[in-house]
């Protein structure tokens, strides 16, 4: 089992930069796959990006691919989603989720964190 917390989240206005982070506690993290999702108000949660378990692969949802970069850092126990051009349409909360296989649906991944809010003002 895994326990995740996301930080990083906050306020910033269209065109500018956040970096998301999610630690994750435990000895096996290097063993999951990390998934990046967001739920906006109204709307199901969908997904963001994902990372295999050593970083050598990633992919994204069309939204957000050429603007957001998914990384891990094994070491530190530490995934991020480094998020740039900033839209207002990102406004979300962000969850990270750890699973077993390198997938973009929700159900693969039984982990999550509680999320961090993003606000992205025009």
């Known amino acids: 089992q895994v326990q995740l917390v996301e930080s990083g989240g906050g306020l910033v206005q269209a065109g500018g930069s956040l970096r998301l982070s999610c630690a994750a506690s435990?000895?096996?993290?290097?063993?999951?796959?990390m998934g990046w999702f967001r739920q906006a108000p109204g709307k199901e949660r969908e997904f963001v990006a994902a990372i295999t378990w050593s970083g050598g692969s990633t992919i994204y949802a069309d939204s957000v691919k050429g603007r957001f970069t998914c990384s891990r850092d094994n070491a530190k126990n530490t995934v991020y989603l480094q998020m740039n051009s900033l839209k207002p349409e990102d406004t979300a909360v962000y969850y990270c989720?750890?699973?077993?296989?390198?997938?973009?649906?929700?159900?693969?991944?039984?982990?999550w964190g509680q999320g961090t809010q993003v606000t992205v003002s025009s």
């Open positions: 989720a750890a699973g077993l296989r390198f997938r973009v649906t929700l159900g693969e991944y039984p982990y």
């Open positions: 435990g000895r096996t993290f290097s063993s999951y796959v």
